[in-house]
């Protein structure tokens, strides 16, 4: 390749040579361009075993390597892998660090299919796994921990009810027994929490959700600033083969550049219906850490420097019918999994928390709402909240 077309050459091999020779980019843009490639050429025989010379795509190219750039910056780490979903960064960090015979310890409030993954993927292979509390102390946390505890999971505030763990206190005690930590920071996103400046070992995020930021598209990381977890990482990715395409990668980077501004608007408008949630009387509390009477709220206070605009709701005792009447009600908010984009959802929790959680099993005084609040004006959000608690009042009451 490298050489246009002659005179004299076939049409076939023409098409091939046209366009396809190396030259420089025609002018500098803003964003880096979207290179796709699986082949790379070498400009010489030598080249292509020398570990210096990119040689094969399956590790990206420039745009991968722009967004792996600014994860960085964004975690304060110096090595960041990249994988297809933000579950696939959950479970193939988890695959990379740890082998037959070891044991992980995890958080309760754990996102769900990470549990999943633990209990029959990883099981299988020989990784077996417990489970502590959602609010369990660094005391409670490694009196649970044994000769092949190898790895502890943690999720800060966790999926669906927000608790709060205390990272740097786990990460210290795991630190001095020589056990890593893994932290899905999807909910701190790296602009809220940085999980490595606790001390942690590795920081996953689900991508997916406040970086990618428009619910279009799959993406996750493990970052590190460890070069024995960079290394083990790298090797995991080599040996499995796991790729992510530069389109999604360019999309990714186009996220980063908005995802402060994004994150602190979704945030306020979040403490600002939660806080006029909370004063309603179909609702009995608000499970908010940015709230002071949520129970996390101390700890939130000390590691966060903001909220992003995921909370949940108990409601007054109520059938699943009048749980239903108030979703069925909402206008403005989209039934759907999944959060971080820029649109507001809603879910029910509970079929989710009876299996989800096993150290303590979940109990609360209603059933359980959780909310996105996105970037529509918050006084719509409410007015619409509002016509949805009026349908869960009026169903209840029948
Ligand atoms: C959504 C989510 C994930 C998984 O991300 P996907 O890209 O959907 O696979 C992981 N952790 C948390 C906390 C999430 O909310």
Redesign the pocket.
């Known amino acids: 390749m490298g050489k246009p077309p002659r005179d004299g050459q076939g049409e076939a091999t023409r098409l091939i040579r046209a366009g396809g020779a190396k030259r420089p980019l025609k002018a500098v843009t803003v964003s880096p361009p979207v290179q796709r490639g699986s082949t790379v050429l070498l400009p010489e025989a030598a080249a292509l075993y020398d570990p210096r010379y990119v040689t094969y795509g399956r590790n990206g190219l420039v745009g991968h390597e722009a967004l792996v750039e600014g994860l960085c910056e964004l975690e304060g780490a110096t090595h960041v892998q990249l994988y297809g979903?933000?579950?696939?960064a959950?479970t193939g960090a988890i695959l990379s660090l740890v082998g037959a015979g070891d044991e992980v310890l995890c958080v309760d409030c754990i996102?769900s299919?990470?549990r999943r993954f633990l209990d029959n993927f990883a099981a299988r292979y020989g990784v077996t796994s417990r489970y502590f509390g959602a609010r369990a102390t660094a005391e409670e946390v490694m009196a649970m921990a044994g000769p092949t505890t190898r790895l502890i999971l943690l999720?800060t505030p966790g999926?669906l009810t927000f608790e709060m763990q205390d990272v740097a206190a786990v990460a210290a005690a795991a630190r001095a027994r020589g056990i890593m930590t893994l932290l899905?920071n999807?909910?701190g996103a790296g602009v809220l929490f940085r999980p490595i400046a606790q001390g942690v070992d590795v920081s996953v995020q689900?991508?997916?959700?406040y970086v990618c930021g428009h619910s279009d598209v799959?993406?996750?990381s493990a970052a590190t600033a460890s070069p024995e977890v960079a290394r083990k990482l790298a090797i995991g990715t080599r040996d499995n083969g796991w790729t992510v395409s530069p389109d999604d990668a360019y999309q990714a980077l186009r996220g980063l550049r908005t995802l402060a501004s994004r994150v602190a608007r979704a945030g306020a408008s979040g403490i600002e219906v939660a806080t006029w949630l909370a004063a309603q009387p179909e609702v009995v509390r608000v499970i908010h850490p940015a709230l002071p009477d949520c129970p996390d709220h101390d700890l939130w206070k000390r590691d966060f420097k903001g909220a992003n605009g995921l909370f949940s709701l108990v409601l007054q005792p109520a059938s699943e019918t009048a749980v239903n009447a108030l979703l069925d009600a909402l206008e403005l908010f989209g039934l759907g999994f999944?959060?971080g984009g820029f649109e507001s959802l809603a879910i029910p929790c509970d079929i989710q928390l009876k299996s989800a959680r096993t150290a303590e099993p979940w109990t609360a005084e209603g059933p359980v709402v959780r909310l996105h609040i996105g970037l529509e004006d918050p006084a719509d959000l409410i007015a619409d909240l509002r016509g949805g608690l009026d349908a869960f009042a009026a169903t209840r009451g029948r």
Do not use: I
């Not at 689900?206 to 959700?209: D, E, G, P, V």
């Open positions: 979903s933000g579950l696939a959950l996102y299919p990470t999720e999926s899905d999807t909910y689900a991508l997916t959700k799959f993406m996750g999944s959060w």
